[in-house]
């Protein structure tokens, strides 16, 4: 057991302040990092101290390891948060912060080195009876050879790379005569990304859905699993709308996943937070993906259905207290659904947009969480993922928590960069989305850009008519007024001015 009295968040924007909040509600002082980039950032302003590390580029700042250390050295520092991204999932960062005598919160270096690499992530989980995509236990390097591997595993097959992260160096083979070209993209891709090319073969499983299970660990070999979320709404393999529960499950189906996520954590000894990704197909049979060793982006929607604050948890392990959470006592209290508010363009191909944000306005009321890094007139940098907001709802049911979404979404507003807003109340309100009959190809066949513009046509077209209505002294018909009151929270300025 080892108190932490002072915390420094080696990461930027939202997941910063979402630490530095939990830490700050426990006592804990914080210490926030930042580049040149971020000298009027939030979560610089929000800590008790801050310390610029380096220029802009991430490379000479949030991912400088030991500048960090050294800055822990300094201001009397005892522990590390590494949020997610960057230093997160860094297993030679873990063991440098403990021989610097300081606490890693988050797992150790081995976890992190086992579950970092996909296929040695599946060879541990291996000694445990968990259900796996078929493919190849080993890395493939020779062409010919892995050609022969997927014609037995049966197309179509994806090529993935061991290394690989955040969708990066993926590539589908639907037959034989593209695998050659496919095999050659995703090496490369691996390469040029991860710095490791190495690549296996995979079952590519029809109509999937991406269920995974967070789990706990404490130093002394208690685990439990909090449920799942479903991140099935996905574009280039990168989650943008997620839920918990999920739609599809059955209570028998979550158990036994959950067991399963508990024992691929045991099987690399693991302690922290964490989560472990299957991929279900129709059948509702799961299979093991991968394990990540940190916090989630979408970890608030386990934090809402079943009040726990995982941060505070991570905390507590770090410091070497046993778990108190007990797996029998853990309950789903309600629904929750969470966007990735991003400043991309969704008309665009989803270009990133960034710039000055003109107009910010969150919305607010019960059950909304905003989790962001941002105040009205900062800039968004281009240097980093352009996230600028993780939007949540909380409610009672699946649909309560999709109009909540909706109208949060309706009273949101952000001027002066383009956002994936109104792509995700498209999503919200789509028929496949609403009856949870969806799968990871959702955007691929249901989205294009022009549903968007005929949208906004559409709600121009209609404040034009409640205007004329309006005008003409005809709003107080039930048809009317209704129109009127979809009008004033879609564009409520514009409502305003016309009493
Ligand atoms: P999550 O896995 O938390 O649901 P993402 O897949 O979007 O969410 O990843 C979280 C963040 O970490 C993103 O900013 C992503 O770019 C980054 N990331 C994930 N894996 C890697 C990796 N292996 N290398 C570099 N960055 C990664
Ligand atoms: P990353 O490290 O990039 O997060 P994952 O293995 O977690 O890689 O896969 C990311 C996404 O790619 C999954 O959520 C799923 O949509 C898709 N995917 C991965 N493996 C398969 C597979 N075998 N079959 C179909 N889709 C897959
Ligand atoms: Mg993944």
């Not at 191909?349 to 890094?373: A, M």
């Not at 909706?406 to 960069?417: F, H, L, T």
């Not at 496949?432 to 513009?453: I, M, Q, R």
């Amino acid at each position: 057991m080892r108190k932490i009295n002072k915390l420094l968040v080696a990461n930027r924007g939202e997941i910063a302040l979402r630490v530095m909040r939990t830490a700050r509600e426990m006592g804990i002082k914080t210490v926030a990092v930042y580049s040149e980039a971020d000298r009027n950032a939030l979560h610089v302003r929000y800590a008790d101290e801050a310390v610029c590390i380096g220029p802009a580029a991430s490379s000479e700042s949030y991912l400088r390891g030991d500048k960090i250390i050294d800055v822990c050295k300094k201001l009397g520092v005892d522990a590390i948060h590494p949020g997610y991204g960057f230093l997160s999932e860094n297993a030679k960062f873990s063991q440098m912060v403990k021989d610097a005598g300081l606490i890693f919160v988050g797992p150790s270096a081995e976890s992190i080195e086992i579950m970092g690499d996909k296929l040695s992530a599946k060879r541990a989980a291996a000694k445990y009876n968990i259900p796996m995509v078929p493919g190849t236990p080993d890395a493939v390097t020779d062409r010919a050879e892995a050609k022969v591997i997927a014609g037995q595993i049966g197309y179509p097959v994806l090529i993935k790379a061991s290394a690989g992260g955040g969708g990066k160096g993926m590539r589908i083979v639907e037959n034989e005569v593209e695998f050659d070209e496919q095999m050659e993209r995703a090496v490369s891709e691996a390469i040029s990304a991860f710095g490791d090319g190495a690549v296996f073969v995979e079952k590519y499983v029809a109509s999937p859905r991406h269920i995974e299970i967070q789990v706990l660990g404490d130093q002394h070999g208690n685990t439990i699993y909090l449920f799942e979320r479903e991140c099935s709404v996905q574009r280039r393999h990168q989650k943008v709308v997620e839920e918990a529960p999920s739609s599809c499950l059955t209570p028998e189906i979550r158990e036994a996943m959950g067991k399963c996520a508990v024992d691929v954590a045991r099987s690399c000894g693991y302690y922290g937070a964490g989560t472990v990704e299957f991929i279900v197909d129709d059948k509702l049979n799961f299979y093991f993906l991968e394990m990540n060793t940190r916090l989630q982006v979408e970890h608030p929607v386990t934090e809402m259905i079943t009040g726990v604050d995982l941060v505070r948890q991570m905390i507590y392990i770090a410091e070497g207290q046993e778990l108190q959470l007990k797996q029998e006592e853990l309950e789903i209290n309600g629904h929750a659904m969470e966007i990735r508010v991003y400043a991309e363009d969704p008309t665009n191909n989803f270009l990133p947009d960034v710039g000055n944000l003109k107009t910010y306005v969150r919305p607010q009321g019960n059950g909304v969480r905003v989790d962001d890094g941002f105040e009205q007139g900062m800039d968004i940098p281009i240097y980093y993922d352009p996230m600028i907001a993780k939007l949540i709802t909380h409610a009672a049911t699946r649909q309560e928590s999709i109009d909540k979404m909706v109208r949060a979404i309706d009273e949101y507003e952000i001027s002066g960069v383009q956002t994936t807003l109104a792509f995700c109340r498209f999503v919200m309100l789509h028929e496949a989305f609403t009856s949870g009959n969806f799968d990871t190809h959702f955007v691929k066949h249901y989205f294009t850009p022009e549903v968007l513009k005929k949208e906004a046509d559409k709600d121009e077209t209609e404040i034009a008519a409640a205007l004329v209505a309006y005008l003409m002294g005809q709003a107080k018909q039930p048809t009317s007024a209704t129109t009127m009151a979809s009008v004033a929270t879609k564009s409520k300025w514009k409502a305003n001015r016309v009493k």
